[in-house]
Every structure is written in structure tokens, then in C-alpha cells.
């Protein structure tokens, strides 16, 4: 279980910077580490996942520290599209065929759960993330108009859900002032936000409530004592009854053993400058988060100040693209080409786990103290805040939201460590194929 100052330091160094870093004052947590410290539970991570887990066990009486080997926020969920859907990476007709209706609705219901509480921590703490609602799936082929109604149907019948909209081949040209698209669904009970804000404001909120915020402070070993956890840091160690591991696509060197479970992601993000708010109307009529049909998908939303947000593609070594904004923009300005006299302003990047199901995976070690989430799929924002809540029940002692996650099997990717990424880059290939002959 060591960190690796390779895999994480290092792994952002070439970004020009990202639009949320200069959206926000950085949490700059003033904490330091400088003596050995015992607490009830140590939380690794400083993402969503690590602050929900953070706040809801200090609500039940926990004494709590956090470790972050950067700084909070650095990682992907201060990083990423800042899309708050319901549901989970896939959808729930696939979900009932590979786990069973009974399953797969609970599923559903904790996605809801994950929105709603999300949502009332937004309005708890009073937390400015430029919330807006309404997520659209952009169909790119033309079977996905019947792939929609087919949902929305079986939504309604078997779930009660009317939160979809339809759009047809002349509506969806309302929405999106692209030519790309044939269709479209609107999902309504889903929103947008800047996701690093949600994140400092609770960071500030743990802050006021006594929680000790360690950032710099990565963990380089982790190992079970009698019935203890010793959680190492650079100069110090941190003694706890429990740990909780939230660091989803930088785990190879916590969890180890966890490497075929999943496939870290490098996925890419720009902002443009701003187009003001008439301009950014013309392009998305009703301000709606979008993102597209393909397997390897388009995302993008408009920020609290009118700029372009657009992320796409994906790569998969350790290290990061040298220039992503002209690997991003290739791919915007094939959806808006009327954005090319408009400059770029921002650029980065950032890594997340993609599991084999492209379910989130939940799990113990060291006899149930070490408690892991991670595996979110690239829609973990509102999860991962789940995630925090499930993690402190299981902690507490209700064992059985958490154990429903940790209960979903998850297939190994095949070829061990050394065919891990080659594997899942040939299996992309695939389906980036796949896509491009539907596509035309």
C-alpha cells in the first residue's frame, strides 16, 4: 500500500490550469501534520467521496481526520464535467438483465437518494456551485431515438419516472445549434454544477465543525496492528480504528491488489472564453448540461460565467497528454464548429476508474477496517456523495445499504497488471469503431 509520487504529484504538472481552480479560493487548509495522533477514523482522499464520508461520520459522533496527498479538490471530483444525474453509468434495462430487477431498482433508488442528498447539503450549508438543472442525452446515431422512447416507456411503467423529455431529429436542432445530432432525451430530475465549489464549501463546512484537513500529507503505507489501523504519512503516523479509502482512479498504490478491478482514465476538459449569456443561449437554447451517445462520449455545459466547458476523449498510460487543449478541441469544434473564433482559456485533465461493469465497487479489508468506494465510471459526482453516507451507516453498524455496493460482483480485467492498460486500450479501439460506422 505505498504512494507513489509518480502516479499523482506529477500527473497534472503540464495542465495550463483548470476553469474550477480559478473559480474558487483554494481551501488551503492550515492543518499540519507535525506529531503522531489518534483518532476514531482516518479518511484518505480528499474528493467527494473522502468529505462526504468525513462529514456524515462526524454527525455521528466520530472523531475524524482527512489526508490528502495534494490538495482538496485536486483530483477528479474537483475536475470533472460537473453533471448530477440520477441513475448510474448505465441504464436500468441493461441494469435489470445483469442483475436482476429487484436489484437493479434498489440501484435506481439510491441514484435518486444520491441527487437528493447532494442537493439538500447544497441547501443545508448554504453552498454556492452555480446549480442548474436538466441534463440532455444527445443521440449521435439514428437508432437512438427508438433506444429513448424505449426507456422512457419502461421508465414509466416499472419505475413511475417522468422525468424524461423526447426530442426528434427537428427539436433536438432547437436545443443544440449542432448538425450532428439526431435526437435527444432531457432527464429533468438531473443537474449541473461546478463541482469544486460543492466540494471547498463542505471542505469549509468539516472546517467550522473541528475536522483536521491534512493536505500535502500523502499516505505511503497502511497496515492492520491488533485492532488498530497505523496510517503513515511522510513524518508521522496517524493511529485509527478505521480507515476509509477515497481516491478512486489513484489506487494502485493504496489498494493494490484492487489493479484488475478497474482501468484508470485520463479524460480532457477545456473552457473557452466567455460568450455571454445571448450567445451561449443560441448554442443551448435552455442552458442544460449535455452529453452524447458514443461509447467514448462528448460532455459539456456552460459555467456560471458563459463559458464553453466541453470535455471528450480519453487516454490511457500513466502519463498525461503534453497538449490536451488541441486533443479536446478537435472534438468541439466537430459539434460547434461557430466556436472556433472563440479563444481557450483553460485546459486540463483528470484520471477516474472505470470498472469492468462500469458499476461503483464498495469493499473491506484488513477484517473490516479498511473501507474502500472507488469505480464510479465517470458519473460519480452525486455517488461519491452517497458513497460518504453508505461508508458512515457502515461504520455505525448498518451494514446493509453499504453491502447491497459490495455485494455487485465485479469482473477482472484480464491479463493482470502488466496487459491491463493494452487490453482496455484495444477493447476502445473497438468500440471508437463501432461508433464511427453507425455514426455516418
Excluded at 40 to 46: E, M
Excluded at 61 to 88: F, H, P
Excluded at 122 to 145: P, W
Excluded at 261 to 278: H, Q, R, S, V, W
Aim: charged share 25%; proline share 2%; net charge positive.
Amino acid at each position: 500500500m505505498i504512494f507513489n509520487k509518480k502516479y499523482t504529484y506529477e500527473q497534472h504538472d503540464n495542465e495550463k490550469g483548470s476553469f474550477y481552480n480559478n473559480s474558487i479560493k483554494p481551501l488551503n487548509s492550515k492543518d499540519i501534520l507535525d506529531q503522531n495522533i489518534e483518532v476514531d477514523v482516518c479518511v484518505v482522499g480528499g474528493g467527494l467521496t473522502g468529505i462526504s464520508s468525513a462529514l456524515n461520520l462526524s454527525k455521528k459522533g466520530y472523531s475524524v481526520v482527512l489526508c490528502e496527498a495534494r490538495k482538496v479538490g485536486w483530483g477528479a471530483s474537483g475536475r470533472n464535467g460537473g453533471q448530477l444525474g440520477i441513475g448510474m453509468r448505465k441504464d436500468q434495462i441493461y441494469l435489470e438483465r445483469k442483475l436482476g430487477f429487484n436489484h437493479a431498482k434498489e440501484l435506481w433508488n439510491l441514484s435518486l437518494e444520491s441527487v437528493e442528498e447532494t442537493l439538500s447539503l447544497i441547501e443545508e450549508y448554504n453552498i454556492d456551485c452555480s446549480l442548474v438543472n436538466g441534463v440532455l442525452f444527445a443521440g449521435c446515431f439514428k437508432n437512438n431515438i427508438k433506444e429513448f422512447e424505449l426507456e422512457q416507456n419502461h421508465m414509466k411503467k416499472f419505475y413511475n419516472f417522468e422525468g424524461y423529455k423526447l426530442f426528434n431529429n427537428q427539436e433536438i436542432k432547437k436545443e443544440i445549434d449542432s448538425n450532428i445530432y439526431k435526437s435527444g432525451m432531457l432527464n429533468s430530475y438531473s443537474y449541473h454544477i461546478n463541482p469544486l465549489k460543492l466540494l471547498i464549501g463542505i471542505s469549509h463546512v468539516l472546517k467550522k465543525m473541528g475536522i483536521r484537513i491534512f493536505e500535502n500529507s500523502p499516505v505511503i503505507k497502511i497496515e492492520e496492528l491488533n485492532d488498530y489501523v497505523l496510517v503513515h504519512c511522510k513524518n508521522n503516523i496517524i493511529k485509527s480504528q478505521r480507515v476509509v479509502i477515497g481516491c478512486n482512479g489513484y489506487l494502485d498504490h493504496l489498494i493494490g491488489n484492487k489493479k484488475n478491478k478497474f482501468m484508470p482514465i485520463n479524460n480532457y476538459m477545456i473552457a473557452t472564453e466567455p460568450l455571454g449569456k445571448d450567445k451561449a443561449k443560441e448554442i443551448i437554447s435552455n442552458n442544460y448540461a449535455v452529453c452524447d451517445t458514443r461509447f467514448i462520449i462528448d460532455y459539456y455545459r456552460f459555467s456560471e460565467d458563459w463559458r464553453m466547458i466541453f470535455g471528450g476523449g480519453e487516454t490511457f498510460s500513466a502519463n498525461f497528454l503534453k497538449n490536451p487543449q488541441n486533443f479536446v478541441l478537435k472534438r468541439m469544434y466537430k459539434v460547434f464548429p461557430q466556436l472556433k473564433k472563440y479563444k481557450v482559456d483553460y485546459y486540463w485533465g483528470g484520471t477516474l476508474a472505470i470498472t469492468v461493469n462500469r458499476l461503483p465497487s464498495f469493499g473491506t479489508m484488513m477484517n473490516g477496517k479498511l473501507i474502500y468506494a472507488f469505480g464510479y465510471s465517470g458519473h460519480g459526482l452525486a455517488l461519491s456523495v452517497l458513497a460518504g453516507k453508505l461508508i458512515s451507516e457502515k461504520i455505525k453498524g448498518f451494514n446493509e445499504r453499504f453491502d447491497f455496493f459490495k455485494k455487485i460482483k465485479h469482473l477482472s480485467i484480464p491479463g493482470g497488471n502488466l496487459l491491463r492498460r493494452p487490453i482496455y486500450s484495444s477493447a476502445i479501439c473497438y468500440y471508437k469503431f463501432r461508433d464511427a460506422i453507425n455514426f455516418f
